[in-house]
């Protein structure tokens, strides 16, 4: 599975659609999860995607679905790992995640996909911008997408001094879920372990079809180092913890909900409390917590 994220406008639905294309004259069999906002007010969402990859509408063995976020942050939506499940059982030779347009820590996917795609674009900001940006972390291969724009060789240079400080600085271990529920390193960054992997910068220009080929191969090029290291196997268990942590959470989450549904008034009364500063919200947490596991 293929995540591509990015800020919105670099182009991340364009090179999907592009690599797509690719991929079937391969002859494989693609899946699409493309990702939209949901509207706060409206409660809607345009799921706009399909019309930019509607050239692949008709071909049975492309399958595209369209996802609203629903509120959840983190780039996805909550039942985007189920479809991906079913795209599998599909026999699809391929699965691309595309996540909403995020800014610099949304990075859900990281815990979702064997492959992450950073999508940037020129006008990113300046080199400290680059390290402040966390989904930056989190890429297996960077496409610098509408190279033909004036900066796109700045970006590729400012990204690459963040890798550079990223391997003089950082020795923490290899992506998991540590107690706090927090994403963690879990694979190599020390150049000198056999296991390490040096994110490639690919430039590309999705609306020309100009660097999807050399996109594609450095995705090939991440697999096959995951496979010789067996760190597919130890992303697979990863992703497998983060879905079940997340429906576990979900599930603790109504019970909790359930169970203080009948309290409702009382509830309002300890609010009101609060909010005029007569009660301690930590303390009456762990009260009601303590009843909740009684």
């Known amino acids: 599975m293929v995540g591509i994220t990015g800020s919105p406008g670099a182009g991340k639905s364009s090179l999907t659609d592009r690599l797509v294309a690719l991929y079937r004259t391969a ?25 930019r990859m509607q050239d692949h509408a008709v071909d049975p063995d492309v399958f595209i679905r369209s996802m609203a976020t629903r509120g959840n942050l983190g780039g996805l939506s909550r039942a985007t790992s189920d479809v991906v499940a ?5 026999g699809k030779d391929l699965v691309l995640v595309e996540t909403v347009g995020v800014g610099q820590d949304e990075i859900e996917i990281a815990s979702l996909a064997h492959t992450v795609v950073v999508v940037a674009v020129p006008g990113l900001g300046d080199d400290v911008q680059a390290i402040k940006a966390g989904v930056l972390e989190i890429a297996d291969v960077f496409a610098v997408n509408k190279a033909d724009r004036e900066g796109a060789d700045r970006t590729v240079l400012e990204l690459q001094q963040m890798l550079e400080l990223r391997r003089t600085t ?3 271990p290899a992506l998991e879920h540590d107690v ?25 220009v999705a609306v020309r079809d100009q660097g999807v080929g050399d996109l594609a191969d450095a995705i090939e090029r ?3 180092h995951l496979d010789a290291t067996g760190l597919r196997r130890a992303r697979d268990v990863g992703r497998a913890r983060a879905i079940f942590l997340a429906l ?30 007569e009660a301690d919200p930590f303390r009456l947490a ?7 596991r009684a």
């Open 170 to 172: 950082a020795t923490r």
């Open 86 to 90: 079913v795209m599998d059982a599909m």
């Open 248 to 277: 576990l959470r979900e599930r603790l989450l109504a019970g909790a909900l359930d169970r203080l549904g009948a309290e409702e008034g009382h509830l309002d009364e300890i609010a009101a409390r609060i909010a005029s500063r």
């Open 27 to 51: 002859g494989r069999k693609v899946g699409v999860v493309a990702v939209d906002p949901t509207s706060p007010f409206s409660g809607g969402a345009i799921l706009g995607d399909r019309i």
């Open 180 to 204: 706090g529920h927090r994403m963690r390193a879990t694979e190599a960054w020390s150049p000198q372990d056999p296991a390490f992997w040096e994110p490639p910068i690919v430039k590309t």
């Open 222 to 224: 991440h697999r096959a």
């Open 286 to 292: 762990d009260e009601l917590s303590a009843r909740l």
